[in-house]
């Protein structure tokens, strides 16, 4: 519980960071409508629920904070921390499938946006990082998100998609959907 409200406690102070927004656009020559996305920061706050695939039952909760730069209207690379809790998660043969159930994370993320003449856009992610302790005996994080934002204007939108998550090489897939904020 503590390892949760420092987390929380990190990612309010990361989320008073002061944003810009830069007022040329991509393109000069085609005009934009509100929903597009700009280039400049951006942040996401995510909350997921993924679940070992591999495990009998079992789910978590994740939560994460990205920040970062919105390249174009196609890329966006940035760095972010996340806080992910397995509970509940045991095989049919009543032992873990994670023996460590809570990981802090820090990856780099890169998006890729496929832009729209609407206010609905696809896009896949990946992120590659370290998870801290090691969750079954893996450092390393690797996740793939596939998802969907919705501009709410010109700076705000919601993401959806369902995100897949892999904690070292040979270890149990987590897969699960999440929905997020961007600012």
């Known amino acids: 519980m503590k390892k949760f409200i420092i987390l929380l406690a990190v990612m ?4 008073s960071a002061s944003a810009q927004l830069a007022t040329d656009s991509f ?36 939560i994460k904070t990205t ?3 919105q390249f174009s209207e196609w890329f966006f690379a940035g760095l972010g921390i996340g806080y992910t ?3 509940h998660i045991e095989d ?10 809570d990981s802090f994370n820090a990856f780099g993320d890169f998006k890729l946006t496929i832009p729209t003449e609407s206010r609905f856009y696809p896009y896949l992610e990946a992120r590659f990082g370290i998870a801290v302790p090691a969750v079954y005996d893996g450092v390393f994080f690797f996740e793939v998100p596939v998802g969907c934002r919705v501009a709410l ?13 892999l ?4 270890n149990p897939l987590a897969v699960g959907p999440f929905v997020s904020f961007d600012f």
């Open 12 to 15: 309010t102070i990361s989320l």
């Open 27 to 62: 393109s000069e020559d085609r005009e934009r409508e509100d929903g597009w996305l700009q280039q400049g920061y951006r942040g996401f706050l995510e909350i997921g629920m993924p679940c070992p695939v591999q495990c009998g039952r079992g789910e978590g909760v994740s």
């Open 67 to 69: 920040h970062g730069y």
């Open 85 to 87: 809790n397995f509970v």
């Open 92 to 101: 049919y043969w009543d032992y873990d499938c994670y023996p460590k159930r």
């Open 153 to 165: 204007n010109d700076k705000l939108g919601i993401n959806a998609g369902v995100s897949f998550q």
């Open 167 to 170: 904690y070292g090489w040979g």
